[in-house]
């Protein structure tokens, strides 16, 4: 309903370029006088809660829940009318309680005389507060004592914009109405188209570059066979060896900064491997990838020389091609926080990034200029943040883990926590969150704490509890064994059925969700496991040590090693 201006200006404008000034006129005097707020769920609240009631303006009240039912004639479900019957009822209810609290008994008297008839149409509940004017001490009779609460005052307030929120949501709207939002995301999609056309050219001129670099190192390579042919080579016969003039030849024709001499005519192969290394360093990482996949075409041998390593004992290592460089472009630059950041999330769109810091904050950005920035928001927690984890379905909710045994779920929308949970006492580390990707639940895994040089030698035993994120409650805890060592790190696959955890002993364990149990598990690292994911397709998964080490595990045949990396 936040249109509702937009679409009357329209109105309006249509009734003066046609000439319909009556039209008009009726128009402006029935928007002056507006009972039903535009929509607006606060106003209307305000309406009655804080003019009606406290001044009693019974007409009205008893006009504006008529006129709310003369709108939703079209209601077709019975719940819905019943719901409406009873907050109508218990409005006026809260209308006499006032009138007799205020002292003000010939109010409720003239109330029963104007309305008295059509309430006891509604039901035979009415006839008892006939007679509430002429009892003493209402507010402590036992049949309208609860109605003289606070509690029950708050309670009703709540459920009437809790009812108007849910009718107005929806409720079909014109096509007037959505003229705004249309209007909005045509413009959105202008934007990205604009961004997305510049860096087309950008990525155009960028190829158009990189070919031009391409075709000089193909011409180069050309040259440099042909000269090995005219000195009387067999490029067939072109291998590296121990031989030194197998060696400097090709070396100095193909790198072109190593400058033959007798010294190089008499190295052993470990100085040419060293030499091509700190010449490779020097040439541009793209030009020389390029060149190592195109070489093929050129001699099936030279691209085994240039594309390869060996270490000191002569083995062949991988090709470089196998481990291609990802080109990353600079874009936002965010300040804000004060300490050092442990931890940064993507949003489900990747439009929005959630970054906590060691002083306890939560910070949101948007990092990309078209979209607006309202949901920016520092979150204080009081407390080290140890996990974050964004709604898998939408960028609504995020959640946070800290280490005094804290999860919070922040509303982007609304800036603010809608709920705060708790762990228990006995794991008050909250190491990681996971949502599921199909189902409203999340997993959270908590630690006990323990003396330690370190952080990994700090954590205790492990917890795993799934909630549920409509009830916010604890649904269940999965099985871990007895002592089982802090799980570090979660996981689900695509449809949310497996849960992968990994532990600080080093082992991974796989959970079948509909279960609730534990289907296998094997030890991966011979350290702290600090990181998993599942691969592409799922497969596979992929593991980090804390240690560097990155393997890759095949799930259709438990513990064998699709392919494994040390970082340092």
Known sequence: MENMQYAEELVREFLVFRGFTNTLQAFETERCTDIGKMFQVYKIVDLIFAVYIPKFHAEKLVGLFSFFKQCFSSWSETTMLDTFSKLEGSVLRCYIVHALQSGRKDKVVEFFGMNGNDLLLKGSDW???????????????????????KEWYEALRLSVRNFFSEIFNGTRLPALLKISSEKNTISCLKKDNKRLNQKLLQLQALLEEKDAQLGLSKRSMGAANSSFQSSGIDGENLRPSSSSEDICAPATSYLGRIP??????????????SARVESSSRQDSYSASSLHAS???????????????????????LREEEFPEVSVEFQETFLGHTSPITRCRFSASGNNIASASVDGTVRIWTYDSSIPASRNATIYCGAEIMSLDWECKSDRLLLIGTADGGIKAWNVDAKRVVCDLNTTD????????????????????????????????????????????????????????EDPPAITSLCFNHNG????????????????????????????????????????????????????????????NQGRVLWSKTSS
């Open 127 to 149: 006839t008892a507060w006939f007679a509430i004017p002429y009892v003493k001490n209402p507010s402590i009779d036992p049949q309208f004592r609860v109605y003289f609460s």
């Open 260 to 273: 033959q001499s007798e010294e190089c005519a008499a190295a052993e192969p470990t100085k040419f491997a």
């Open 295 to 317: 070489s093929g075409g050129v001699d099936d041998t030279a691209q085994k020389l240039y594309g390869s390593h060996f270490d000191e004992n002569g083995r062949d290592m």
């Open 426 to 481: 006995a794991f008050p580390s909250v190491l990681d969150l996971k949502c599921s990707p199909v189902e409203p639940i999340f997993v959270s895994a908590a630690s006990s704490r323990r003396l330690g040089s370190n952080s990994i030698d700090s954590l205790g035993y492990a917890s795993l509890t799934v909630w549920n994120m409509k009830t916010w409650k604890a649904m269940t805890v999965l099985p871990l064994g």
């Open 497 to 556: 059925k497996i849960l992968a955890a990994s532990a600080t002993d080093g082992m991974i364990h796989m959970f079948d969700m509909s279960a609730g149990l534990q289907i296998t598990g094997w030890p991966a690292h011979d350290s702290a496991i600090s990181s998993l994911l599942f691969g592409p397709d799922e497969t596979s998964i992929f593991s980090l040590g804390s240690d560097g080490k990155i393997f890759e595990w095949s799930l259709q």
